[in-house]
């Protein structure tokens, strides 16, 4: 069984920054992939960004290109999300997942695992 526990995430004002953190109770942690997914109050789960197995390979929502950046620590079995210049419309809640194989791709229903969310508000 696979556990991922999210923290780091709160509240901050437009134009600030969080660091969100995954830790992963699988071993190993390199065999899995990882990533970030909202979701917005009234709206569908949506990918926000995703990193390889063993982090060569990763992938950003057009949303948060240039803003957010995915990183993985597989010695401490812990995933990354480091978002800069938030905006109002990244209020959500964030989940972090793990998926089988080297990266499951954009579609949520190809991640095996979720954690419990952390909320993320960003206020004008």
């Known amino acids: 069984q696979v556990q991922l526990y999210e923290s780091g995430g709160g509240l901050v004002q437009a134009g600030g920054s969080l660091r969100l953190s995954c830790a992963a109770s699988?071993?190993?942690?390199?065999?899995?992939?990882m990533g970030w997914f909202r979701q917005a109050p009234g709206k569908e789960r949506e990918f926000v960004a995703g990193?390889?197995?063993?982090?060569?390979?990763?992938d950003y929502a057009d949303s948060v290109k240039g803003r957010f950046a995915i990183s993985r620590d597989n010695a401490k079995n812990t995933g990354y999300l480091q978002m800069n210049s938030l905006q109002p419309e990244d209020t959500a809640v964030y989940y972090c997942?793990?998926?089988?194989?080297?990266?499951?791709?954009?579609?949520?229903?190809?991640?095996?695992?979720w954690g419990q969310g952390t909320q993320v508000t960003v206020s004008s």
């Open positions: 990193v390889s197995t063993i982090g060569g390979l990763t």
């Open positions: 699988v071993r190993p942690f390199s065999g899995y992939a």
């Open positions: 997942a793990a998926g089988a194989g080297q990266f499951p791709g954009t579609n949520s229903k190809f991640w095996n695992y």
